[in-house]
């Protein structure tokens, strides 16, 4: 199957051509672009259950290696590269800081990741994915602080590949093999006879999951490396890259299928209600610490990573409705982080600073930009007709039906609060007071309008006809030998609880707002004035020689809520990491002093090792 | 057909919403009433809100810009939108629809839309209104949240009209004799909901100056009340839908939202105001604590469902 | 028992003098003595070796007119490859030996000093 | 950690370590076979002292050498006795055991050895680059019988050494001694006169030519012998002067070579050692 | 028993054109200079000619002379591919030279370099086990001299810790010999190797104790390696370059010859004879190695320093894989020695041009992606492959090492944990090296200008790297079938140097 192989070829080809021409940035760009549009077209001619495998003589070993299409791989592969399209669409007149090589690399990375049918070829391209990614994000703003951000998510990226390593080889040397499918149905027959064993094994792998999709309490990494990292990269990195870890939980939860008899917590196996707390952990995490973050990349990756607890809270459940949702979710992750991830990459490209405190008013500059992070900060907060309601209302159903109130409690405080920094960010962006300085900010280029409109569309259509998604992901329910979800049109979510028209839920609206319209024309009118022209009770802000900069409240924008949050700002999981490495350091210069540069000593050393063999010889004598 | 299925459909929409208008235009103005006779003064007369609303509608105003509008209308439209998937009594537009969920995350759009008028007026006294407003959402959200799935649990589903057919047959079917817990709760809920008091830190009279509204006028004034008209009626609706066991016709559904409303009132009158993270932290302790209770009892109650 | 010993004795030479070379590195922080207790250890390996091949009974490997290396197809000979390997393993001892000397002289001109102590803080 | 120890404590501590190792070796030793020497017959040098290595040889090819538990029969191999004077054309010719090893059984070790001289040599020059000879101020000349003396004495220890290198197969000697020797004549010019140099480029011509000589000898060997550092000359009779092949030829390359070198080395030490 | 005599030529021509030097010496420095890079392309050459016309595995017999009487050279699968591997490198530095070997007297340093690296072509080749100390002083000797060399003084120093430590592991490798000698009577290694069940146990564990502590000097194995970071940091970058890629090589080459040929005793895993085996023991070292190096050179500033520690840590992993005793564990051993041997001479040659530019401090590497993206981008190459990055061709050989260990099972499972944390602690300070490279201003905005004689062998390290990444079969294979001459030590190596050591 010449697609499957093309599918990575195409990539490494793009990567390279790219690398060669970096100094021409327009036709690196548009290198990028035509290497995703090629790969999409290549994608389009491939089919579920194509197959391509090839042997390789390794270490005296026949080891098959291959590709394979399942429904899972197809719909991510989709995603992914659909994606990058549109990304790198963007990205063609923008300013970014993107390597575009490193990111074809990473796409040709993450292809082989979704098409691997054994753990040498997936840690392979796990591997690849994860450096082309630590690279990509050295080459962001050139600080001390990115510097350290890629740092962090390079120490926490390795630890958890060497993880899942020992992992792989844990299990190879049980089955002989490397095939994720055999090791996996090995895991599946002793599932119920050694349970500890498995799980030990499988969570060296969700190690490396976590680490990739940012889960509790592996995020520390995130905000340090989205907010350093270069901007064009950051959208592919939370909306795409974060899913390999789910996808990386995925080909493992079908072993709790064999649990399912065995006595768990309200019905769920346990290994699954660990997980499900994992995710709602982390989407509140997550909420509460985007709480109080000024820093508009950093936000969103928190932001990001309470949305990955989400999924994975859904997925982990690992039934038929929470699959759906969960992968739903995922999708529509995909869409609105990126809408908001490629606004706020035109507003930073134009205002050149990522402080949200020093931003505000931009609407007036950026309507198209605006109106966009406006439909993907909606559909972020699940507001129907958008894209995110369905999934948000499928996940809650799916947890609610395992009586799960607690998790999904935390998890409604988490859609709650994320509702709240949506709006703060929201408001310090675009709205209120537009200063000064950003006088002469301009909307973005044609190309970039042309991404939003159809970024807009998109969550749009989604939203009203989610069916067109979730047509694969039941073939995915299908495939992992659960009954998918009865599907009754492309308008229709179906619940466990309820189902919902999502036509009709629009025309509701769209009509209701027909009405609000006129009603706003009948009534009188209406007359524009300026931004400073506000109530002050009776004077105007230039009276106090007030500059828009300080007529704008933005900073500390949920001040009050500081002491009730403190407690959640205690948890320094940041800090252990931190200590740990600080101690390791430490360790590191006791032990250098062995080094101490006297000839004596190393003589010492060399007579000293020499007589404790000589003892140890005579001990075993 | 299709055509005129849609334009019935759309003349009841548009009854409903005048309905709910009036009720809770109306609703407001018995509570300036009592609140005048508790406090010993006459008090403006019932239909005053009407005529309120009415001159607002017809002032000249100030704009701050498109977003401004936009976000206005879009800080009333989805209040009605929610209406319409309401059970009011026997009568429920589009019963297929009534997911419970839906509608809560319709009226969140709503302060959204609300949230983005205020805030594009570039007022900062608003801002700091409507940071209070969002606080106090993410407070009573939570509890409210927890009672909501208890019930789904509870009954097994998601529509309102089932929960309702549900409570059919008498009061003793009711969910505030099988949850009393939980509608303790919502009651506490809804008090931040409507923003009485001890809840009224956003859009007090008192505090109008540094409330969402300060920037607000004429016909933008009206919006914000329709908005808060609607809300009490389709606040106080879920409640008697999910609890009260909804009604055999109309007027009775109203009765009882409006006892609903009147313990609110009277609340509201004894109580005074807190500061806002006491409010929101208020709301994550006893209702929290008291849905989660209510949730507790359920989940033990019914079992598990084994899918 | 005289033969038994006169081995012993050679050997136990042989390890005193590596024990006073490895003492002499241990202890003394002068490189020259450092050198010399090299040396020390050197002659003592060289002290072992032909000890090893040699035997009180055993004549000396070289044919001459007078001397019979072979008896009844027996060699009574000394060892001769220990002989041969304490050649190489002597030149070798005079290479680096000369070798250290040099680096010393240099050491002694860049740093003024010949202790290891004070190089090592100059050094830093 | 080393500097705060007192100087008693370092030393008894430094005895204690090296008296283990030292104890550790003797337990060792304990266990030598006949607890001191090794028994030449049982060792592979029986044959180079009977130079019989071709006959183990055949043995060796047959497969009659080791038996099959992997234990060579030494004594089984045949044994032609060896008369000094009179046993002529054997495999090897020198009459001095030690020799035949050192340059042709393991003539390969040898030519390693002679490189490491080289080495240490060159080594010597490379670290003391660059020191101009200062010539004092004060000069304190040698006697004029010194400057005489050494000079007489240098012809007759140059010929010495040459006899010593040349009777390398037949005497206690070789061309290491004998190289060693001729050094030690010019470490007494050195004494004989202050100042004085010997001709730099002559030693590392004579170095260099010399061991290129040994090498050549050993690719010869390769070309003509089929085997590097084989032996391509007549062996002649065992005690003759010219016998045991190219054993001579290559001593006298070592003697020159050693000569020269150690010469070149005691010239870039004296150098610098004077006070200023 | 195949025969190659002609192969003699691996050692005699180094040496024959090592004695020539001083002669071209006259006519010209430079020459002397060109003469190391002509002995080594013909070192490389035939090498490559052996090894890709499948000519090994071949007995070089010395003077006509089989083993075990005489002496000779065994060339195997092992040998053959680090010798080509060896005069690859030694190749490459001879090229380097030609730019930096510029103070002092560049004949000799030709001559000690070139010597250095046919010495460890002997060492690697040779199947006298005392013929191997001769090699392994040839190799000392000369990289005493090297390391002494270069404008600074405290190349001296370094220089001469080394050459204590290192003369004190000789005598301790000479009296392990010679204790053998006194058991079996021979010096062959191959006879050695198949007659070593019948000696003494006790002497043997005492013999075998001593050889390996000899030999571990030089395989930079702790406690033994007390010189490296001095001698390292002392030598100038070629130098250290060639310790790093070729005196490590051929250091662990003996280690493992003597502890697995000779000591080793067959089975699925490799142990040794003796009381004490010597795998553990060689196991424990290169553990302590590993951790030891890479915590101290996490906290190093001098990058010089750090390359150094690092270098001794990877040569702990080598010894480490080396001792799991299975056929992988070989196999990732050599393979990790290939990997580490070029990819650290390449670190430290684009060191030598930056220091030459300025300093050697982890700061100086800042900003270097403006001063000369080729250097940049050749050591993230470099360093990344240490790291075991896929794509590069460090990561075949961790890979196979991690297999091989888990393969092994037992506490090997937790030496692994240990190691794979101690990679995680290397891949922070390479990582952070790489992070100033390519973050961070420069201080001083002067360009880099790398010459052509640098580049060369920069550039081939750097493609290598890659190559041997995307196909790693251009090693493998060898190394595989190496891997089988060090575990199977009859059929392997003894029945290929005397094929008719098992009699009637």
Redesign the interface.
Same mark, same amino acid.
């Given at each position: 199957m010449s697609s499957l192989l093309a599918l990575l070829l195409v990539p490494v080809t793009g990567s390279i051509v790219a690398a060669i021409i970096q100094r021409y940035r327009l036709a690196e760009r548009l290198v990028s672009f035509s290497t995703f549009v090629v790969t999409l077209l290549f994608l389009i001619d491939i089919r579920v259950g194509d197959a391509f495998t090839w042997s390789l003589g390794f270490l005296g070993k026949n080891i098959e290696m291959g590709l394979q299409i399942t429904p899972l791989s197809i719909f991510m592969l989709y995603m992914t590269i659909a994606f990058g399209v549109l990304l790198t669409f963007f990205d063609l007149t923008e300013r970014s800081k993107m390597k575009s090589f490193l990111l074809l690399l990473t796409l040709a990375a993450s292809n082989w990741i979704f098409m691997a049918t054994d753990f040498l070829s997936f840690f392979f391209a796990w591997e690849l994915m994860g450096w082309a990614s630590i690279l990509a994000i050295f080459g962001g703003r050139r600080t001390a602080e990115s510097r350290h951000g890629a740092l962090y998510y390079a120490m926490m990226s390795i630890g958890g590949s060497y993880s899942m390593l020992i992992g792989i080889f844990l299990l190879s040397n049980l089955t002989g093999s490397f095939s994720i499918q055999q090791n996996v149905s090995y895991l599946v027959s002793i599932m119920t006879v050694h349970p500890w064993w498995v799980l030990g094994i499988v969570s060296m792998f969700f190690v490396a999951f976590m680490v990739k999709s940012g889960i509790f309490p592996f995020h520390t990494w995130v905000p340090y490396t989205y907010g350093e990292s270069p901007d064009g990269f950051v959208p592919y990195l939370s909306s795409v890259m974060s899913k390999y870890g789910i996808y990386g939980f995925l080909i493992f939860l079908p072993l709790t299928l064999s649990l399912r008899n065995v006595p768990g917590v309200l019905g769920l196996p346990w290994p699954n209600y660990t997980l499900v707390w994992f995710g709602s952990i982390t989407a509140v995490v997550g909420s509460v610490l985007a709480f109080m973050q000024d820093d508009v990349k950093k936000l969103f990756a928190y932001s990001s990573f309470s949305n990955l607890g989400f999924i994975l809270a859904a997925i982990a459940l690992f039934t038929p409705i929470g699959l759906t949702a969960g992968l739903f979710h995922a999708f529509n992750h995909l869409l609105f982080n990126g809408a908001i991830f490629i606004t706020v990459v035109a507003v930073i490209s134009k205002v050149g600073i990522t402080r949200m405190s020093e931003m505000g008013g931009l609407w007036q500059k950026m309507p198209l930009t605006f109106l966009t992070f406006f439909v993907g900060i909606a559909s972020a907060a699940g507001i129907p007709p958008f894209a995110g309601f369905g999934s948000k209302w499928m996940i809650f159903q799916a947890m609610i039906s395992h009586g799960l109130i607690f998790a999904t409690v935390l998890l409604f405080f988490a859609s709650i609060a994320s509702f709240l920094y949506l709006m703060r960010a929201f408001h310090a962006i675009f709205l209120g007071q537009l200063s000064h300085k950003y006088d002469n900010v301009k909307e973005i280029s044609a190309i970039g309008k042309i991404t939003e409109v159809f970024l807009i569309g998109a969550l749009i259509f989604f939203g009203i006809f989610p069916g067109f998604i979730l047509d694969p992901i039941n073939s995915i329910v299908g495939s992992f030998g659960l009954k998918p979800l009865p599907t009754s049109g492309y308008e229709y979510i179906n619940g466990f609880f309820s189902s919902v028209n999502m036509v009709s839920i629009f025309i509701v609206v769209i009509v209701a707002f027909i009405f609000g319209f006129l009603l706003f024309a009948v009534s009188a009118k209406h007359k524009k004035v300026p931004q400073e022209d506000n109530y002050t009770a009776g004077q105007i802000p230039k009276d106090w020689n007030l500059t828009p900069e300080m007529y704008q409240f933005s900073y500390d924008f949920y001040e009050p809520m500081d002491k009730e949050i403190a407690p959640f700002l205690k948890i320094k999981i940041d800090g252990f990491f931190k200590g740990f490495g600080d101690s390791v350091e430490y360790l590191g210069s006791s032990i250098k002093e062995i080094f101490t540069g006297n000839v004596q000593i190393y003589t010492y050393l060399a007579i000293g090792g020499l007589v404790i063999f000589v003892i140890a010889g005579w001990i075993v004598w | 057909m299709v055509i005129v299925e849609f334009l019935i459909k759309l003349s009841q929409g548009f009854g409903i919403g005048a309905l709910a208008l009036a009720t809770g235009l109306l609703f407001g103005g018995i509570a300036r009433k009592i609140m005048a006779r508790i406090q010993r003064r006459y008090g403006p007369p019932f239909t005053q809100n009407f005529m309120d609303l009415f001159k607002l509608l017809s002032k000249g105003s100030v704009s701050h810009g498109w977003a401004f509008d936009l976000g206005l209308v879009a800080g009333f439209v989805p209040m009605l939108a929610a209406l319409m998937f309401l059970p009011i009594g026997p009568f429920t537009l589009f019963p297929s629809d009534s997911s419970l969920i839906m509608i809560v995350y319709l009226m969140m759009m709503a302060y959204l839309g609300m949230a983005m008028g205020v805030l594009a007026s570039g007022n900062p006294n608003s801002a700091i209104g409507m940071s209070r407003a969002l606080m106090l959402m993410a407070g009573y959200e939570v509890p409210f949240a927890a009672v909501i799935f208890s019930i789904y649990f509870f009954s097994k589903t998601g529509y309102l009209t089932q929960i309702v057919a549900m409570q059919s047959g008498g009061f003793m079917n009711w969910n505030i004799v099988k949850m009393p817990l939980g509608f303790l709760a919502v009651e506490i809920v809804l008090q931040g909901m409507l923003g009485e008091k001890p809840f009224d830190q956003a859009i007090a009279p008192a505090e109008i100056a540094s409330g969402p509204m300060v920037e607000l006028g004429g016909k933008y004034l009206g919006f914000g009340m329709i908005q808060h008209s609607v809300a009490l009626f389709l606040e106080t609706g879920i409640i008697v839908d999910l609890f009260l066991g909804g009604a055999p016709n109309f007027w009775i559904f109203i009765a009882k939202q409006f006892v609903l409303y009147f313990v609110v009132v009277l609340v509201d009158a004894i109580l005074p105001r807190l500061r806002v993270h006491e409010a929101t932290s208020f709301f994550w302790k006893l209702p929290l604590f008291l849905g989660i209770l209510q949730a507790v009892i359920v989940i033990i109650q019914g079992g598990v469902l084994n899918v | 028992m005289i033969d038994f010993l006169q081995n012993w004795i050679y050997l136990t030479g042989a390890m005193a003098l590596v024990g006073i070379g490895l003492y002499i590195v241990l202890t003394n922080t002068n490189i020259l003595r450092i050198i010399v207790g090299l040396n020390i250890v050197d002659s003592g390996t060289n002290l072992f070796i032909v000890t090893i091949a040699w035997h009180p009974k055993s004549v000396m490997p070289i044919y001459t007119a007078t001397n019979n290396l072979v008896v009844d197809g027996h060699v009574v000979a000394a060892d001769p490859l220990p002989q041969s390997l304490v050649l190489t393993a002597i030149v070798i001892g005079l290479g680096t030996t000369a070798l250290a000397l040099a680096i010393a002289v240099k050491i002694y001109q860049k740093y003024g000093t010949l202790d290891v102590r004070k190089i090592k803080e100059e050094d830093k | 950690m080393m500097n705060d120890t007192p100087e008693m404590v370092k030393k008894v501590f430094a005895i204690f370590v090296v008296g283990i190792l030292i104890v550790g070796f003797f337990m060792a030793f304990t266990q030598m076979p006949k607890a001191n020497a090794v028994n030449v017959n049982n060792t592979v040098s029986r044959f180079y002292v009977m130079k019989d290595v071709d006959q183990a040889t055949e043995m060796l090819d047959k497969g009659t050498y080791f038996n099959k538990d992997m234990v060579p029969l030494r004594n089984d191999v045949p044994y032609t006795p060896i008369t000094f004077g009179k046993s002529a054309n054997l495999e090897d010719g020198a009459a001095n055991v030690v020799t035949s090893i050192v340059v042709d059984y393991r003539g390969f070790d040898t030519l390693g050895e002679v490189t490491v001289l080289f080495l240490a040599a060159s080594g010597v020059m490379l670290v003391l680059h660059g020191q101009k000879r200062k010539i004092p101020k004060k000069r304190t000349e040698p006697s004029e019988i010194m400057y005489v003396g050494t000079r007489i004495a240098f012809a007759v220890i140059l010929l010495f050494g040459i006899y010593v290198f040349i009777h390398g197969h037949l005497t206690p000697g070789g061309g290491f001694p004998g190289g060693a020797i001729i050094a030690s004549g010019i470490l007494g010019l050195f004494l004989g006169k202050q100042g004085y140099s010997p001709n730099k480029s002559g030693l590392t011509i004579f170095e260099s030519l010399s061991g290129m000589a040994y090498v050549v000898i050993g690719i010869i060997g390769l070309i003509g012998e089929k085997s590097f550092l084989a032996n391509f000359l007549p062996t002649g009779t065992i005690g003759d002067l010219f016998s045991a092949g190219f054993i001579a030829l290559i001593y006298i390359a070592i003697g020159m070579k050693v000569g020269s070198e150690l010469s070149a080395v005691t010239n870039a030490m004296i150098i610098d050692t004077e006070d200023d | 028993m195949k025969t190659y %005599?002609?192969a003699?030529?691996l050692v005699?021509v180094p040496?024959?054109m090592? =004695?020539?030097?001083?002669?071209f010496g006259?006519i010209s420095k430079q020459l002397a200079k060109w003469i190391t890079v002509l002995t080594l392309t013909f070192e490389f050459l035939f090498s490559l000619y052996i090894l890709l016309w499948h000519v090994y595995p071949f007995n070089?017999?010395?003077?006509?002379?089989?083993p075990? !009487?005489?002496?000779n050279l065994y060339i195997g699968s092992l040998a053959t591919i680090l010798i080509v591997v060896i005069s690859f490198v030694g190749l490459m530095i001879s090229i380097y030279n030609l730019w930096s070997a510029k103070y002092?007297?560049v004949v +000799?340093?030709a001559?000690?370099f070139l010597?250095f690296v046919g010495?460890s072509i002997?060492l690697i080749s040779t199947g006298?086990i !005392?013929?191997v100390f001769? =090699?392994m002083?040839?190799t000392?000797?000369?990289s005493?001299?090297?390391a002494?060399?270069g404008p600074e003084?405290?190349a001296?120093?370094g220089?001469?810790?080394y050459?204590?430590?290192s003369?004190?592991?000789?005598?301790?490798y000479? !009296?392990g010999v010679?204790?053998i000698?006194?058991?079996l009577?021979?010096?062959?290694i191959a006879?050695i190797a198949?007659?070593i069940s019948?000696t003494?146990p006790?002497?043997l564990?005492?013999?075998g104790?001593?050889l390996?502590?000899g030999l571990a000097?030089e395989a930079e194995l702790?406690? =033994?390696n007390?010189?490296?970071?001095?001698t390292y940091t002392g030598a100038i970058n070629p130098v250290s370059a060639t310790l790093s890629g070729i005196g490590s090589v051929g250091g662990v080459y003996v280690l493992i010859r003597i502890v697995m040929t000779v000591f080793g005793k067959n089975g699925n895993f490799v142990s040794t004879y003796g %009381?004490?085996d010597l795998m553990t023991?060689i196991a424990i070292l290169g553990t302590a190695t590993v951790?030891?190096g890479?915590?101290?050179?996490?906290?190093?500033t001098n990058i010089k320093k750090m390359l150094a520690y690092s270098s001794m840590a990877q040569m702990g992993l080598v010894a480490m894989a080396f001792s799991i005793g299975s056929?992988?564990g070989a196999?990732a051993g050599i393979f990790q020695l290939i990997n580490h041997s070029i990819a650290k001479a390449m670190l430290f040659l684009i060191l030598g041009v930056i220091v030459s530019f300025g300093g050697e401090r982890v700061e100086d590497m800042k900003g270097l992606w403006y001063k000369s993206p080729f250097l940049a981008v050749t050591f993230?190459i470099g360093a990344?492959s240490l790291?075991g990055?896929?794509?590069f061709g460090g990561?075949w050989s961790k890979?196979?090492l991690?297999?091989a260990s888990?393969?092994r099972?037992g506490w090997y499972d937790f030496i692994?944990?240990i190691v794979?944390f101690a990679?995680?602690?290397e891949? !922070?300070y390479y990582?952070?090296v790489?992070?100033?490279i390519?973050?961070?201003?420069p201080a001083v905005s002067e360009k880099i200008k790398v010459e052509i004689s640098p580049a060369i062998p920069i550039a081939a390290f750097a493609i290598l790297i890659i190559a041997i990444g995307i196909f790693?079969q251009i090693v493998?294979g060898i190394s595989?079938s190496a891997a089988h001459e060090l575990t199977d030590k009859m059929s392997g190596y003894v029945l290929n140097v005397?094929p008719?050591?098992?009699? +009637?």
């Open positions: - | - | - | - | %005599n002609f003699a030529l005699g040496l024959l090592a =004695f020539s030097i001083p002669l006259f070089v017999i010395m003077g006509n002379w089989v075990p !009487f005489g002496e002092g007297d +000799h340093f001559l000690l010597m010495g002997g006298d !005392f013929n001769i =090699f002083e040839i000392g000797i000369s005493y001299a090297l002494a060399y003084r405290r001296l120093g220089a001469f810790k050459l204590v430590i003369s004190i592991g000789s005598t301790l000479l !009296f010679l204790l000698y006194t058991q009577g021979t010096l062959n006879e198949a007659r019948q003494t006790g002497l564990t005492f013999a104790i001593l390996v502590a000097v702790f406690p =033994f007390g010189w490296v970071p001095d %009381n004490l023991l951790v030891i890479e915590l101290s050179a996490l906290v190093q056929r992988l196999y993230t990344l790291l990055l896929p794509l990561f890979f196979a991690v297999d888990f393969q099972g692994m944990a794979l990679s995680v602690v891949a !922070f990582l952070k790489v992070g100033y390519f973050t961070s201003k790693p493998s595989y005397i008719t050591i098992v009699g +009637h």
